[in-house]
């Protein structure tokens, strides 16, 4: 056997957030069931490790760093994000050339998350091929493309112009300039700098895209022709749909299954939003009264728990029929005949998930690519629609809620919601076009 063909190690380096975590450790898998042996580089929060035992046969490795998890509520997340790439930047060099020595020259690839760019330096000093991944949408992958060429003052500007904002861009239709996520996220020429560090493929051979063809295909055509990011592209999502454990990296409440086996069919809403977002307690009594008012069983992900509600909340959620727990198997919760409809922050692994169900959406997205992603629920898919403004009413939850498991319009979001279900379930079958990209990636990697 030739040298070439001896390489079989990947290197993963993923972002040490829940997000970007799943897909990645989800890709990890499929590439082992493929005969390839995986490395998971983390720093020292947030560890993919701390779901080891669901996957037998990697190796979890820690790399030092000089940037410690509290400097997250300091710097923010874009800013703490560059300066996590400055600080390890040396550190992966380092570990990657001990693993050389270990291992025999035995790396096929570094497939690196697109925001944890440092790996490339390694890549390049090691001459070892390198592919990055991007966990969100292909259109929110395009958007960022679009604004890493943008100048901020002049966009400023422009953006004060209404005729501006409802501007379509080029290439990306529905997607509107004041669709574009730059909005909750920092300063904006940092989050151009941001976007210009991203969109640099630098040495990379190869980006892998967490998508399927069916729901965006305009943007993907976009990054073929318009855009040009001039190297081949592998949408081969939605990688939770392979065979994969869950990587979550917290734990999760089964208990709720237990409480959707009692409930009628498509009757209950499961409301999440997300591991960052918090609630803080006016919110939390808005949205509990909302749901109870709404006559409809719910399941509700609080990261505290029923003990961040008021005594008198919590007696009332389960008198209505309501369930909380802090974090939920939300695969299996999508997947259970009991759900009818999920309140989502419209984060992309979740309206993966979701749409990979026939389960539609109420979307309240807080920052950049959610607002991207919600646009796409209610304008593009028509499986959801948005509940905008930065209060939550009591009334306004109600509505949304009847809206969505009640009313007419409700029932036709749903039946769309089942018709892309079915297109994605043919997707990752043989012969559909995500595990034909798949079956193309594991080619290609196993020539490196």
Known sequence: MGNKEAKRRIVLVPVPAQG?????????KALYSNGFSITVVEGHFNQASSSSQHFPGFQFVTIKESLPESEYEKLGPLEFGMKLNRTSEASFKDFIAQLLLQQGNDIACIIYDEFMYFSAAAAKEFNLPSVIFSTTSATNYASRRVLSELNADKFLVDMEDPEMQDQVVES???LRYKDLAISGMGPLEQVLEVCRKVANKRSASAVIINTVSCLESSSLSCLDTSVKIGIPMYSIGPLHMTPSPPSSLLEEDRSCIEWLNKQKPRSVIYI??????EMVTKELLEMAWGLCDSNQPFLWVIRHGSESLPEEVSTMVSEREGYIVKWAPQIKVLGHPAVGGFWSHSGWNSILESIAEGVPMI?????????????YIESV?????????SKVDRGEVERAVKRLMVDEEGAGMQERALVLKE????????GGTSYNAFDELVKYLKTK
């Open 423 to 430: 297109k994605l379930k043919a997707s990752v079958k043989s």
């Open 20 to 28: 970007h975590v799943t897909p990645m450790m989800q890709l990890g």
């Open 381 to 389: 898919w028509r499986i959801g629609f948005q509940v905008e403004g």
């Open 363 to 375: 979307c309240r997205p807080f920052h950049g690519e959610q607002k991207l992603n919600a646009m």
């Open 172 to 174: 990306l239709y529905p």
């Open 272 to 277: 999440s939003l997300g591991s960052i977002y």
